[in-house]
């Protein structure tokens, strides 16, 4: 069990890494996926509060996970589900996010005075989430990102936007609720066609992510 110095250390150290590598603000031009937004837990479906969601999206970056739905490993379980492995490119005990809950007891202390009196002590507890992009289970499907979005027979396209974007040769990703490049994985990151909106409020989409197809890694 850490000790609260320990959690306190192990938070600054996940915002210190996350303002290194970035974190900005964008304009987000597109309508959210159902199973995207802020993060929750599957089973009480109560959004993170304080440090967490800061915790759970700097993991979503590192790790590439798309959908809003986090649980312990136990609630996987009772769902259903089972963790996967952790990657090989992972180190020990990075797959799973710490995050933190704050508790608070009450004392009753005698004063300088020889009164008793009560006093508020708050403490913090760490558990370790899993996103559901990190869990296996066919049956927990409606908990991903892109399941309730059909991207079969667009509606607009864009053949010579799309032959742009294939001459590139670009990695480029489609799916989740964010927008960015990862210098590590070389690859771009976008959210599925569907949800992007025109300047005259269609939605539009483009062959190469409306298809789930994706140009060659250059």
């Known amino acids: ?10 938070i600054t150290n996940e915002i210190i890494d ?8 964008w304009r987000q031009p597109w309508s959210n996926d159902p199973a995207a937004g802020p993060p929750c837990n599957v ?5 993170y509060r304080g440090i967490n969601p800061l915790l759970l999206a700097v993991a979503s970056r590192r790790h590439n996970l798309k959908s809003r739905f986090w649980g312990t490993f136990n609630q996987w ?3 259903g589900g089972r963790v996967k492995k952790r990657p ?4 020990p005990g990075h797959w ?6 704050w508790s608070k007891v009450t004392k009753t202390e005698e ?18 989430v899993f996103n559901i992009d990190q869990v296996e289970g066919d049956h927990l499907n409606h908990l991903r990102v892109g399941h309730s979005v059909g991207n079969a027979n667009p509606v607009d396209t864009y053949e010579e936007a799309d032959r742009v974007i294939e001459a590139t040769e670009a990695d480029i990703r489609c799916g989740g ?12 990151q976008v959210p599925l066609r569907e949800h992007f909106t025109g300047a005259s409020g269609t939605r539009r989409s483009s062959t190469s992510c409306a298809t789930g197809r994706r140009p060659p890694a250059a």
């Open 177 to 188: 609720n964010r927008a960015f490049y990862s210098p590590s994985g070389d690859f771009i």
């Open 77 to 79: 379980r009772d769902l």
């Open 111 to 128: 004063n300088d005075d020889g009164e008793e009196e009560e006093r508020d002590i708050f403490f913090m507890r760490s558990y370790t």
């Open 1 to 10: 069990m850490p000790t609260q110095n320990q959690i306190r250390e192990s």
């Open 43 to 47: 089973v009480s479906l109560k959004k």
């Open 18 to 25: 996350a303002l290194k590598s970035g974190l900005p603000p």
């Open 96 to 101: 799973g996010t710490g995050i933190v809950y």
């Open 88 to 91: 090989d490119d992972v180190p």
